[in-house]
């Protein structure tokens, strides 16, 4: 079975805090995504990684950043939460091939205060 | 600017009825189109992938069509049943750099009444 784990299901964090999100997919899957999904705005992407140590921005990427040291894994950072961050997160990933299919993981709901 | 549209936003149902759901899309360049479920507070759940060429997928209960010339998808779920009761969400993968952008619905919340 494909499996997406995203480490932290729920987090409440203070504004100014640095926040970490892992993601870890088993799939050998060279593509690797973090989206964000809030009430009527949708699946909106923030940055997505096609290799180790690459990444290219999303729609969304301020306040954002991403690291890949290692295939299997994808973090999002951020490196200064606010409030307006308050949402839930999706990673997702995909073989390289244009025609793959995305599988997610479970999301991470992240709460500012 | 690809725009993806589901019609209906919700529907409610009785338990053993046959629907569709619709998907429509405004720019044909696409790699494929993808179904999803979301049950709520939880990620994306893979139903159906459909590549560009080809126009229908089956699992199950399931079957998604494709007429990508009239950029057009239908998810038909045959006997629903309460455990269907989910959000459904389609999208494109569009044709461009790097073959990595996915534009995605608003999606559908089905509910199933037992």
């Known amino acids: 079975d494909v499996k997406v784990t995203q480490s932290s299901r729920y987090l409440v964090k203070r504004t100014g805090e640095k926040v970490f999100l892992e993601c870890v997919q088993d799939m050998d899957h060279e593509n690797m995504f973090w989206y964000r999904q809030d009430p009527g705005l949708g699946l909106r992407l923030i940055y997505f990684s096609y290799d180790v140590k690459m990444k290219e921005k999303g729609d969304i990427p301020e306040g954002y950043s991403v690291s890949r040291e290692k295939k299997e894994r994808f973090s999002l950072i951020l490196e200064s939460a606010s409030t307006n961050q308050t949402s839930m997160y999706l990673c997702?990933?995909?073989?390289?091939?244009?025609?793959?299919?995305?599988?997610f993981g479970e999301g991470s709901r992240l709460t500012v205060l | 600017k690809q725009e993806v549209t589901q019609i209906p936003a919700a529907l409610s149902v009785p338990e053993g009825e046959n629907l569709v759901l619709n998907c429509s899309f405004t720019d044909s360049a696409i790699y494929n189109l993808q179904w999803f479920r979301q049950d709520p507070g939880k990620g994306l759940t893979s139903l159906l992938l459909?590549?560009?060429?080809?126009r229908e997928q089956t699992s199950g209960r399931l079957n998604a069509s494709l007429d990508k010339s009239s950029g057009r998808s239908t998810l038909y779920i045959a006997a629903s049943q309460p455990g269907d009761s989910a959000t459904y969400l389609c999208a494109v993968r569009l044709v461009e750099e790097y073959g990595n952008k996915l534009v995605f619905g608003a999606g559908t919340i089905l509910r199933v009444k037992s």
């Open positions: 459909i590549q560009s060429s080809q």
């Open positions: 997702a990933s995909s073989l390289w091939d244009e025609a793959g299919e995305l599988f």
